[in-house]
Each structure stands twice: as C-alpha cells, then as structure tokens.
C-alpha cells in the first residue's frame, strides 16, 4: 500500500527531515581525526532530543544506536562504537533518522575528514550527483524504475559498483513504506509515481566491485573487497511541479566551509 500524503502531512515531513539535515551539520562539525563514532552518535541523540524529537533508528528491530555510522569499506548501517577512531583521509558516512509530530525523518551524508585521497574525493562527488539525477526522475508520471535507472547509469559510467542488496523506500509515519527504491532498474519499470507519493532515495555506490557481506554483529555492511563505499540519502515529495527535496544538503555544506 503506498500512502500519498497530504500538504500538511508533507510539511511535517519536511520539518523532520531539516532537523535531519540539522543534526547531520552538526556532527559533521565533530567528525575529527580522534573522535571515535560512539562520541558522534551520543552528539547526534542530544541534539535529536533537545530539539523535540526521538531517534527513529534506537530501538528499531532491535538496532541498539541513534545514527548509523559507517566508515570507508562500510557500505551502511555501521553501529557506534568505542574501537572505531576517525582518521585524517577516512570517509565517514552519517544515516540519521527522526522521529516527531507523527512522522519520520531519514537522510544520509558521506562526510571527507581531512584531505582524502582524489579517488575517495571523486567517489564521493559522483555518489552525490547519482542521488542528484534519480532525483530529477522523481516526477508524477515517471515510475519507480526512471529513478533507478538514473542512479544506476550515473554510478556505473565511473566503474563504481551499486550495491543492490538495500535500498530506498516510501517515507511517512513510518521510516520504511512502499514502494521500494532500488538503485538499479530499467526505465519505464515498476510503481507509477504519483502526486503525494514521499520517498527515500539511498544509493549505495562501491568504490570497488559490488558485492558486500554482513557482519556478525548482525548490521554492518561492508564491501567484500574492502574497498571504500559511499552513501548518500535524502527525503523528496513527488509534487504537480516535479521533486520537492525535503531534506537540505545546504544546511551540512555550509556548516562544512
Ligand atoms: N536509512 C536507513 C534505511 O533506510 C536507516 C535504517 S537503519 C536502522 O534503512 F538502524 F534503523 F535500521
Ligand atoms: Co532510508
């Protein structure tokens, strides 16, 4: 069932998701060489918290943290821990979720520390502009596989790897609605997109080949050949007049100059 969403309803999505994009400028303020990812995800919980909301991620199907935080071969769902330190030339990606006035905010952002390698630098800027062309897709009229297809062609023309095993989703009063979004597909297949319709897109791009495996603590997902993995997540409503972004990357890379 995909639920459309009202004006309103839409509004409060936005309002999760710049509070989002809020608490991701401000850990991405605290990602220093030293910092271990516990220390980011209690910084993310406070100013969840002090800002009315809840971490929508605490708790769900029993993941034990506010944020997902998933450095270089993590691909995502990293959890926080003591044992991980940031490093100068680490790439650093931050999955935060929300939870107020009945609805879900859920974004992502792969942050550089420091001078990264010219290759982390380029995997991240194309991973960006993959999300940036499925989300040109996101319009009434196109299907779920216009999208895909964006994301998917985009990221390949570099060689990079699309992860396939996750991938994006309805958003609303709950974190994870139909339909599904993946980032690989055909144009012209899967669900009509229709006004009203809100939705996750997450491309999950491999510096390496594609392929990922599960760790034993049962979250993390790392890429098999260890090469370094990108991940970035954003909010769009489909309007009359084309993609409405919910979430605000302005509001990480202005805190990031
Ligand atoms: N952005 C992620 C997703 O869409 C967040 C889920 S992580 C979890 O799946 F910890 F909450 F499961
Ligand atoms: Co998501």
């Not at 006035?101 to 982390?120: L, Q, R």
Request: hydrophobic fraction near 40%; aromatic fraction near 8%; charge should be negative.
């Amino acid at each position: 069932m995909i639920y459309l969403k009202t004006e309103e309803e839409i509004e409060l999505l936005r309002e999760n998701n710049i509070l989002v994009s809020k608490t991701l400028a401000e850990v991405g303020r605290h990602i220093k060489p030293g910092v271990t990812t516990k220390q980011l995800d209690r910084i993310i919980e406070d100013f969840i918290r002090s800002h009315g909301a809840t971490p929508a991620f605490l708790g769900y199907q029993g993941y034990p943290a506010s944020a997902c935080i998933s450095v270089n071969e993590q691909v995502v769902h990293g959890i926080p821990s003591d044992n991980i330190v940031i490093k100068e030339g680490d790439i650093v990606s931050v999955d935060v979720g929300t939870f107020m006035k009945g609805f879900v905010g859920d974004s992502a952002y792969t942050f550089a520390v420091g001078e990264v390698s010219s290759d982390a630098r380029q995997l991240l800027e194309v991973t960006k502009e993959a999300l940036y062309r499925g989300t040109a897709q996101a319009k009434v009229g196109n299907r779920v596989g216009d999208i895909s297809a964006a994301v998917q062609d985009y990221a390949e023309s570099f060689g990079y790897g699309v992860v396939r095993e996750l991938e994006g989703h309805g958003l609303g009063r709950k974190m994870h609605e139909e339909p599904g979004v993946p980032n690989y597909g055909l144009r012209g297949r899967g669900p009509l997109l229709k006004e009203g319709m809100v939705i996750c897109i997450e491309p999950m791009i491999t510096m390496g080949n594609r392929a990922i495996v599960f760790e034993r603590d049962g979250w993390t997902v790392r890429t098999k050949d260890r090469k370094p993995a990108a991940h970035y997540e954003f909010a769009v409503a489909i309007r009359k007049d084309g993609p409405d972004v919910l979430t605000d990357f302005r509001i990480i890379e202005d805190s990031l100059i």
